[in-house]
């Protein structure tokens, strides 16, 4: 009896393969994302102009690059009304950027004096290159965003100020510049078919990331467990004895012998499929997470968006703060992420791909529930934001 | 059922069958097994359905001397409650408790050993006698007897001979393949 199938180890080869192929086949571009980001564009308008600082100053990068992707063409002088409305309240980017202004006369009358009353502004609510600037350290070359460089933005916003919110990171990584491209919905869905399908083929087994993790952690277990089969398929009469052994001592031999007497149809042992817990060992566990990480890091690096930083994100930021308080947060969130998965006996993974393709009906249900309180929280905390 | 790992063995195996009689098919809420898999948690194949953790070597051991100590066992049993098996959620090893002695009478008997395998089926015969008789069970007799279709019974009339021992020669004939449906073991001499 063999209980391990070969076929396992063909997984990992594949999942390797779908990591570093995938992802740079998959990006390209999207009419409806942007579609949708034109909709955000409305959006920023309209908010900036009920005075929003944050979706001034977002605005104001707009202007002050260009977005082709949005129609937004360079105009400088209207970055600089956008910057200036939300320096004035007390925004500290855009009192940077204001400085930036008037320092190189980007869309005002060149005023180094004044720029230098802003950038002390910026550099009292804790704006680093205010700061430097300053205290004499700065860059004097660099290129303000409010120049004919694109570049800036983006690193701009990857340095989230505290208790800033700049969502900009996010539309400015799909619009400007080299960041100019993204996973088409098309492709990312097709890929997540392609590698659910394929896992099923190559193990026989259902994809789930938190199931992977929990047998990753209990990699002790499984080796013991693989252990107790290999010896079991190796000793099959003795196996067989303690099996008819148990079964005496549960049910007495009355009811061994009886079954033995009914002309009932027992399966064949070769129709039967003995299913494995090890037929797909710890290993290729490791592999598929290890592959999700590489996964990532190759879809960053092939887009030009890879860049190692400590932020976890404005939005995030927005919410529950920064620094120590923020991972202390974000890791008792993950936590309790953890008992939840297994108490629902799988992640959005595990049931939202595995079990809504097979039609699973806890699975649909799990999936809403995920979904549907994902976007109840959010609507909670922007009340209560 | 799908991703149980010791299913396949208990419907495959005609002497193992009354597990998923009272488990599988039955009260499959008893199952450890069962109840450890919707807990998220890892099941050993080793684990029967009872809780109890299956020790092949130990277990094996005692079917031996079980089986020689059969001439001497009492002929009457008291039935388990068919829709309630003798659960015992608790796990422990099977080996730590009297596994045979104290479930299994095993008296002795002639049997009549039966099973269906298609016309060509002398090789089959022959490794089955083989079986038999490695267990220690002396055989009297064998035919086979057209059924049609191109299938045979093929029968054995063994010396005295204890249950638990023509149970396991069963488990070993039904190993081997080939064979149509189940093997069927009748006691010769049935007690009172």
Redesign the interface.
Known sequence: MN?IKPRASLFPALIILLTLVAPPLALGEDESLIKDKSEALSWWIESAETGNANAQYTLAQMYASGVNGLGVSQDKRAAFSWFLKAAVQGHAKAQYEVGQSYEYGLGVKQDKDVAKTWYQQAAALGHSEAQEIISGTGQKTVVPVTGASPASPKKETSKSEPGSFDITSLLAAVTIGNSDRFWSWWAGGAMLAFLTISFWMAMGNTLGVSSSW??LV?WR??Q??AK??A??AK???????????????????????Q???T???????????????TKVPWTAHLTFLAMTLVGGLVAAVTAGDFQIQFSLGSEYERFFGFGTQSWILLITGGTLIGFGT??G?GCSSGHGLSGCSRLQVGSLVGTGAFFGSAIAVSFILEALA | MDSCELFPELTTNSALKVWQTFYCSGDFKKCVRFQQSTKGQAVPITLLPNGKDLDTAYLSDKIKRSAAQTAAAPASQEKPQASTPATNNTATTAAASPAINSASVSATSSYYVRFKANGAGEELQQKAKTIIEQLGIKVDGQLQQPVGEGYKWFIFITDQASGVDIYRAALRIEELGGIEGQVKCISLEPRS
Do not use: P, W
């Not at chain 1, 000793?235 to 012998?257: C, H, P, S």
């Not at chain 1, 002309?263 to 817990?277: I, M, P, V």
């Open positions: 209980l929990d047998r209990r277990d499984d013991q467990m107790a089969e010896r079991m000793n099959r009469a003795a196996t067989q004895d303690a099996m008819l052994a148990a079964a005496i001592e549960e049910f007495g031999e009355e009811y061994v012998k079954m033995m007497q002309e009932n149809k027992a399966a064949s042992a070769k129709q039967a499929k003995r299913a494995s817990f297994r108490m006996g």
